[in-house]
């Protein structure tokens, strides 16, 4: 059945507002980007690598239509939407800690949830075997009531809550290896027993406050959700060895009718905003597994939908390992700074250290 590739020029045209210098920008006058981080050229330098190797030719490329008001209604009120899209309107500013956002900031929002929207009802249809979704902007830290750090609106709960509502499906597991927690998404299931959110992050790194491993949800929702928080410098090695000894058994537990991943890259060795040491090696391996799991598990349904990740140079290479190992593509982007991060790789003792703290909180979760 293929694999979907869902994008959309207008994300890349999301602005940072009062944190960024930009000139006048509206209509067909394209912000000129800067201030934040989270900037549109690791999105579209992501699209052209694959454009120039081939592989986006090999995909269901194309874009969708933005979320509904009933869509994000389902999990954001309606008092926040309604400043949301008045600020907007008025040129745009900020309603919670660091998520700016420039004129038409709603719109663009929207739409970056509707493609995650599609994304997860492609799959659940039958229509695609798999998906990804170059989402911007990102999603996962968004609470119900109020954007943060980057993230205007919840694009993977609102993509799920729409899938559930349709009956497209009943349980729903979601994987995000950012290395930030997804702090968000947890907020929005932490008392529901069918959607399972398992978090891999840098311990303490944002939310410095939340991601804590004893955190395993509340009420009905206790015991579907689990946090990793990997120490500082944890790499290849040890990234593998969560998804073996918690992730994996986790989603069997589950047994998930669709597994979606927030896939950030800012755990990468290179991210400005991280200090762990993956590689495109490494996420392309994740994507692997979290595939056998959905193979096994649920049809091969799966989404992927994009998150952080600042490395102009590197995310690109990053996920484009991603997306060809979901395609099942022989298409490469050799990663140019394979034998460096090789070479910096944890040793032998840190590793050995890594899966000690995995195997106490796979205690700790009953697996």
């Given amino acids: 059945m293929g694999t979907a590739f869902l994008w959309d020029e207008r994300c890349f045209w999301h ?21 934040l981080p989270e900037a549109p050229e690791t999105k579209r330098r992501l699209k052209n690598l694959m454009d120039v190797t081939g592989l986006t030719d090999t995909l269901a490329a194309g874009s969708a239509p933005p979320a509904t008001r009933e869509d994000l209604a389902r999990v954001h009120p309606e008092a ?9 309107d008025a040129g745009g500013g900020e309603l919670g800690p660091r998520a700016p956002f420039g004129a038409g900031g709603y719109e663009i929002a929207a739409l970056s949830a509707g493609l995650a929207k599609a994304a997860l009802a492609a799959v659940l249809q039958g229509r695609v075997q798999n998906a990804y979704a170059l989402t911007r902007p990102p999603g996962h830290h968004c609470l119900p009531a109020g954007p943060n750090g980057f993230c205007l609106l919840a694009n993977i709960a609102i993509a799920v809550e729409a899938a559930l509502a349709a009956g497209l499906a009943r349980r729903i597991a979601v994987v995000d290896w950012d290395v930030h927690h997804g702090n968000g998404t947890e907020a929005i299931f932490h008392d529901r027993d069918d959607v399972l959110t398992v978090s891999l992050h840098q311990d303490r790194n944002y939310p410095t406050d939340s991601g804590a491993a004893s955190d395993r949800g509340r009420g ?29 058994p986790a989603l069997d537990r589950f047994g998930p009718d669709a597994i ?11 991210d400005p905003l991280g200090r762990m040491l993956a590689t495109a090696a490494t996420f ?11 193979a096994r598990l649920c049809g091969g349904r799966l ?25 099942g593509s022989a298409i490469a982007a050799p990663d140019p700074l394979a034998a460096t991060l090789a070479a910096r790789q944890p040793d032998a003792d840190f590793d050995a250290f890594v899966g000690a703290r995995l195997d106490r909180m796979a205690r700790l979760h009953g697996l």
Wanted: glycine share 16%; net charge negative.
């Fill in 284 to 294: 392309g391996a994740m994507t692997a597994q979290v595939m056998g799991a959905a």
């Fill in 220 to 248: 009905a929702g206790f015991g579907f959700n689990v946090n990793l928080p990997l120490p500082p410098g944890t790499g290849h090695a040890g990234y593998l060895m969560a998804m073996e000894r918690i992730v994996l």
């Fill in 15 to 35: 602005a940072g507002g009062n944190y960024a210098f930009t000139l006048p920008a509206g209509g067909l006058v394209q912000p000129v980007a800067g201030g």
């Fill in 303 to 327: 989404a992927l939908v994009h998150e952080g990740g600042y490395s102009e140079v590197y995310v690109p290479f990053c996920g484009h390992a991603v997306i060809a190992t979901l395609a």
């Fill in 260 to 270: 979606v991943v927030a896939c950030g890259y800012d755990a990468a060795a290179v």
């Fill in 80 to 88: 926040y939407l309604e400043r949301f899209k008045a600020l907007s």
